[in-house]
T-cell receptor, first 115, second 114 residues
Framework: NAGVTQTPKFQVLKTGQSMTLQCAQD?????MSWYRQDPGMGLRLIHY???????DQGEVPNGYNVSRSTTEDFPLRLLSAAPSQTSVYFC??????????????FGEGSWLTVV | AQSVAQPEDQVNVAEGNPLTVKCTYS??????LFWYVQYPNRGLQFLLK??????LVKGSYGFEAEFNKSQTSFHLKKPSALVSDSALYFC????????????FGAGTTVTVRA
């Protein structure tokens, strides 16, 4: 009963480095997304996917890349890390649209610091 | 766009006392409303949701929420708070019809003192 699994939990990067945050769900959910959480800014949507092979941009997509090759996995890539990307990142999934009453389930979060 | 508001940044209660966390909403049509809790250094955990039907919704960890259409509110309640309920609570609503994104309130920090 894993739900949404994110790795790593904590990561420190140097400016300019690239890395991938992994996300996997075992609930056969169609929808997956990445949010970032910053003090005073709430949760902001980075990218989302409505199914394998389909991705789209959210509110703050710049500097991030995603792909959805399988239903289960939705990795988030930081192309060239910047201090402004220091944040807590959450992966989330739901069976269908929350606007139809479906629940979005979140992972445990990935704390990223860019120095 | 649909939205929610949490008018209180912080709520402080003594253990054993009732706990209420307030949320008001602005939606078009029938609302789908959600409550999440975030413990320190943890992810958001789903507590409960309102879809339709009974105005009193029961959720996890002894929480319940009352949907009030006339007051456009969806307040989270617990009859007897525990110290372990100290956390950050978010109310949320789908941003729009046929939209994947949830719009979250700013969050309310609950502190339950022993």
């Amino acid at each position: 009963n894993a739900g949404v699994t994110q790795t790593p939990k904590f990561q420190v990067l140097k400016t300019g480095q690239s890395m991938t945050l992994q996300c996997a769900q075992d609930m056969n959910h169609e929808y997956m997304s990445w949010y970032r959480q910053d003090p005073g800014m709430g949760l902001r949507l980075i990218h989302y996917s409505v199914g394998a092979g389909i991705t789209d941009q959210g509110e703050v997509p710049n500097g991030y890349n995603v792909s959805r090759s399988t239903t289960e996995d939705f990795p988030l890539r930081l192309l060239s890390a910047a201090p402004s990307q220091t944040s807590v990142y959450f992966c989330a999934s739901s069976l269908r649209l929350p606007s139809s009453g479906n629940t979005i389930y979140f992972g445990e979060g990935s704390w990223l610091t860019v120095v | 766009a649909q939205s929610v508001a949490q008018p209180e940044d912080q709520v402080n209660v003594a253990e054993g006392n009732p706990l209420t966390v307030k949320c008001t909403y602005s939606v078009s049509g029938n609302p789908y409303l959600f409550w999440y809790v975030q413990y320190p250094n943890r992810g958001l955990q789903f507590l409960l949701k309102y879809i339709t039907g009974d105005n009193l919704v029961k959720g996890s960890y002894g929480f319940e929420a009352e949907f009030n259409k006339s007051q456009t509110s969806f307040h989270l309640k617990k009859p007897s708070a525990l110290v372990s309920d100290s956390a950050l609570y978010f109310c949320a609503v789908p941003r729009a019809v046929n939209d994947y994104k949830l719009s979250f309130g700013a969050g309310t920090t609950v502190t339950v003192r022993a």
